[in-house]
């Protein structure tokens, strides 16, 4: 296996200085170009490592997953998809219009649809639900805590007008209840969570272990919501580049434009990729190319 | 003249009931849906009245004219129009989808533009800001001081979700600068502006009269801002039923959602009008309705 | 007058170069880009022309305006719009995502509508229908007969997909009955016509003088009909740039595709131009801007 | 096996009823609207069947997956996927607006898609092409041939406006190439094809059986190809219900709106289901309850 990932290494590597670096957040845009990393956790523990797998940079849209299995703990499967969808929208992840004649946004994993799913987490105050987020997020990542970036947290606050657009919209069309801003605040903490792709790879595992431990039978997640994760994944993981990765990959997944891809395949392992460019829908060039090497390597497709 | 009049009032009156009462702002419903107003001032100051000609009501939409005028005199036109379209949009006072493609609002008499206008109005506070706009609305309505209501500026604050989405979409594509807060604000404010049908006759004999007060030579406005706000009242002063105004009545002129029109006749005279059920594009029905008879009649259309 | 033409010239010919050809009809590319003309024929039957007024070229667009003549008179007001509706769209002319949320197209004036228009005309066969319109079309730019350019009408029916498209989604939507082919040979036929500025200018005139003939008392349009193609031009003729054409210009006036404008000031003239290059919303340069130069020397805007 | 498929469709029986025939296709709405068949074909060739499994039906747009193998056959992957795209569209089925925004159709299984799809399908007339399709897939779905109704096929042509308009915009896109109405032709005598659910849980299982043929070890499709068209359906399969069709029973499947689906398990099986009426995005009611109970009791989701 370790072979296997040197040689997705090699082949992924030739790709980088494709793609360009995220811009709509400047402190992304920071990063070393460069750099790229692969790991595979499998569900029986393993785990197999090549390139720069402990540089850390922030989860953004991968993210999305940890606030919804807390909406969901929170609110209920019911109440979370009255406000949100579960189908592939076809737009870009930041998109508006729909929401003009539809009420809510069409699923979790875009940016209106992760504020929706925000605003259905409960507590007292913002941070109250972030440790949520927080607490959840260390488990299935396996570490005791997780780090968060001030800078990227406090850019996307002053950079964020369209996520705020995307707000006001939905409170304006009654999906979106109390107080806009802390939803806001609630998004970008959780996106800010600084992670690597060691990390990544670790809950993909999880993901793919049904929700539970890799070292215990304690469920961090319920095997039900596991799958639901897995579905979403599959249908909008990598925003309106679904369809292709689909083909070229089929493994559950999410991107995240901080350069991470975090891939889980049912039964078997979690993978965590990081190279930081983008392609123009906001998915890592290198990530998505060593998970089509890897996927054709070891048969990973569920289709 | 004042039996023309009387006979547009006894034949809009015959559509009292129908339309529906402004529904976005709670506040508008309370009105009585019976009343009707019409007055006519001609540019050498004559005046004409009948019905409920003093009966208050907010300018709501209205006030985008002075809203603009005032941005104008602070900013200057290629400033503004850098900011904002003159063009028709064929789409609802509220609508966003454009703004995902389009860079700013396609002209300052739907919401999304007169809130970018709002923008280029100079001064340290709001209350700065709204004192120019009304002090410009007393001199063009000939009035000492305009009122405002309290309470709808509070209702609009509370409920306007839709409006502040447009704001924050107009921040990330570069139209609007500064506190978005503060605009929506000024926008308020001017939208709260307690008039009566005779006052905005007035408004439109002094567009009608090039910018100039009736009683003497002092330009209240100038006479190419004359111009331009009946131009853009004629292309996009009945939102999406502009064209089809344009065929009834082919007179320059603006609704508001509080149950107002003011027409300007250029060279010939301002006709006020107030009714307050609205048809489903947001324009009082009977107002057309007696706006049509009056052009008819007098044969205004300047088509 | 002769001497405010020519110096509209002058100042129009400034502007020469500016644009590109038509490109969507492969015919109209090969038409000199260097010509300019510009007519005047007032009500009283006065001409004045400068420039390249006799040259001919395909009226395109220009032609809807006798379409909807022709339909009104054999459909008659409530049929035609219950089909097209007098909204400017905010579109381009030839858009077609609308026709998926709206039974039919906003307007007579772009394609979508025209085509509409087209199938509101009686007759057995295309022939006869066309001949209607060529002889209203005759008679309105008083010359004896009409011609037609057999290439560029084969040209628009070979590459005419887009409009075929249009036709057929109006069909589905039930606003569009019969045999789709032989309305859109309806339509091409009609934007072949052949004309020069001084036919344009001398139509102008005639819906100038409420569609009087200007050598009788002959009317070659109901008065009503005038005001409404008046009307419909002043909120929809130059496409999406109706707006910002009613702030410089503010005549009623249609633009074609093939470089022709024609404009009518109610009770004063018809202007007639040709040049051929044309701006992104596929209006005359030039003749745009002879416009502009006339409007403010003769103080010709409605508004 | 026959005891769940037994209890499923005792379950999915409960909800007959619900939903509405097809209306676009009038004969369509002629079937009996309680039919309910259930059909299960292993990849090892046992079969299993439960109600009306030998009622035929039209195929519709399950034929979409024919049409695209044989049209990858004849022009290969890299022409067929420049002309339609394999991402979820997030529209209904036969939704016209992206294509004003963008060249090609947004993936091979929604209408658009599937007519150009078919012009990349080699012949030189149209019942040649044809008979590629129908050799096709009565070989995959086990039969010596498949009977088509002239019926349906008549009446898709006569209603098909929205279908020919989709047509003629790729056309000006420049993604359908040749004569337009053979194009339609293809795909309405391939959508016309009469199956009965039995044949379909055939086709799944030469789909799920990497597109070797049950009886035999002839590739009835590439093994690239069954993948391709299994991704495809996981994601685009049910139009925009494809989402939600994922988190309730997680199979690769595709919908007619003729009341069959036909959904395929890699490696294990294949299910076909029919009753007729649909819910509001197209998809046969009954048929998706009996996938998902299947999907629960046999675990089949592939996520």
Request: charged content about 20%.
């Amino acid at each position: 296996m370790q072979e296997i990932v040197k040689r997705a290494y090699a082949w992924a590597e030739g790709f980088l200085g494709q793609g360009h670096a995220a811009t709509f957040i400047p402190e992304l845009t920071k990063q070393d170009p460069n750099q790229l990393g692969i790991a595979i956790t499998t569900c029986d523990g393993a785990s197999y490592q090549v390139g720069d797998c402990h540089a850390k940079f922030t989860i953004q849209s991968i993210s999305k997953l940890f606030l919804l299995a807390v909406a969901l703990e929170d609110s209920g499967f019911d109440h979370v998809f009255s406000r949100v969808g579960m189908e592939p929208s076809g737009d870009q992840f930041n998109s508006i219009y729909r929401l003009e004649t539809e009420r809510g946004p069409a699923n979790p994993m875009i940016n209106a649809g992760a504020i929706a799913v925000s605003g259905c987490i409960h507590g007292d105050t913002v941070e109250q639900r972030v440790e949520k987020v927080l607490a959840l997020a260390a488990a299935c990542m396996g570490v005791s805590e997780v780090e968060r970036s001030a800078e990227v947290f406090r850019c996307e606050v002053e950079t964020g007008h369209r996520n705020r657009a995307l707000a006001h919209m939905m409170q304006g069309n009654g999906v979106l209840d109390g107080d806009v801003n802390e939803h806001l605040e609630t998004y970008y903490h959780a996106c800010s969570m600084l992670v690597d792709c060691a990390m990544l790879s670790r809950f993909g595992a999880v993901l793919a272990n049904g929700g539970q431990d890799l070292n215990s039978d304690r469920q961090l997640l319920g095997k039900e919501t596991a799958r639901l994760l897995r579905t979403l994944m599959a249908s909008c993981g990598l925003y309106n580049r679904a369809g292709e990765f689909a083909w070229r990959v089929g493994v559950p997944a999410k991107s995240g434009s901080g350069g991470g891809i975090m891939a889980a395949m049912p039964g078997r392992m979690g993978i965590g990729t990081f190279s930081p460019l983008l392609d123009e829908r906001g998915n890592s060039v290198c990530g998505q190319k060593a998970l089509e090497y890897l996927s054709r390597e070891l048969e990973l497709s569920v289709y």
